[in-house]
């Protein structure tokens, strides 16, 4: 199939519809705002339904009916809109209904700025909502992979009931990339015998709630969430690596930042140091064991966001006190410069090579 150049908002949109998303509700925010005038216009087209509402809270719960009918069906927003979901987030993730939610990170706290940003690392992966909730979180870093993960995360989520967010920044949904729409590997899917279809007079009324009065109820529910969220993680853990078993240095950074990174290995290699990298392309599950791999004379691992500092944590968690961990951001809508990153490698090397 042949490649086709579209900006990042826009490919999101023809991958969902591609993956056999037809309904779409959401509200305009920058710098997310050509996904729903893409759906809007595309979506009719397919006999699809685009609705957009009169607050993000609306949004998010037309997506919770949609999801509990059991079709395809997707949101999107920048950061503040995805704070305004939250509630509608953690309904969903409690009555383990599958939809996508796409968050196009903006600076923050606050309104901040629209300028790209990795402030919502936390809000996605720590859950911004109330209660013992996980959602898959899947942080691509160009447009192909944007569309790529746009349609195998519907098959998550319908496989494991469960929502997944597609965690990118304002620079994955402005840059335009050729992109190929390729067939995703097939899932074996449940049956989506649970939604609320209708009863025909053939069988008992499904009810999609997340509402448990009995504590004794609840805490059996989430006991269930739990070793739902444990085989997540032990089948749907993605990353990808370079040179870490060798490097002196490794760098960890996902998204538009681990390409950043890329371009600061590239330099420093020529100039004779080692450095390796690892990118998680699951941020939920965190894919701690990859940091396992790397060799006993690493002189320390760089933690690179555009943030003030989130996912070292969960690099820390990983390293388990083996290496010291550093750390270099730029938060507010800058973004990191390679020269920036590589004089911080430097540094951990203290002079030497």
Known sequence: MAKVLMKGNEAIGAAAIKAGCKYFFGYPITPQSELPEYMARELPKI???????????AAINMVYGAAGAGVRVMTSSSSPGISLKQEGISYIAGAELP???????????????????????????????????????????????????????FDIADQYRNPVMILGDGMIGQMMEPVEFKEPKQRNLPEKDWA?????GERKPNIINSLYLAPEELEEHNIRLQAKYKTIKENEVKVESYNIEDADVVIAAYGTTSRIARTAISQLEKEGYKVGLIRPITLWPYPYDEF??????????????MNTGQMIDDVKIAVKGKYPVYFHGRTGGMVPTPNEIIEKVKEIYGGEK
């Open 47 to 57: 006999g699809g339904v685009f609705l957009q509402a009169e607050s993000e809270i």
């Open 99 to 153: 939809c996508l939610i796409v968050n196009i990170m903006r600076g923050g706290p606050g309104l901040g700025s629209i300028q790209p940003s990795q402030t919502d690392y936390f809000q996605a992966t720590r859950g911004g909502g109330n209660g013992d909730y996980r959602l898959v979180v899947l942080a691509p870093a160009n447009v192909q992979e944007l569309v790529d993960l746009i349609i195998e995360g």
């Open 196 to 200: 609320t279809t209708g009863t025909k």
């Open 292 to 305: 396992n791999k790397i060799s006993d004379n690493c002189k320390g691992i760089l933690t690179v966001e």
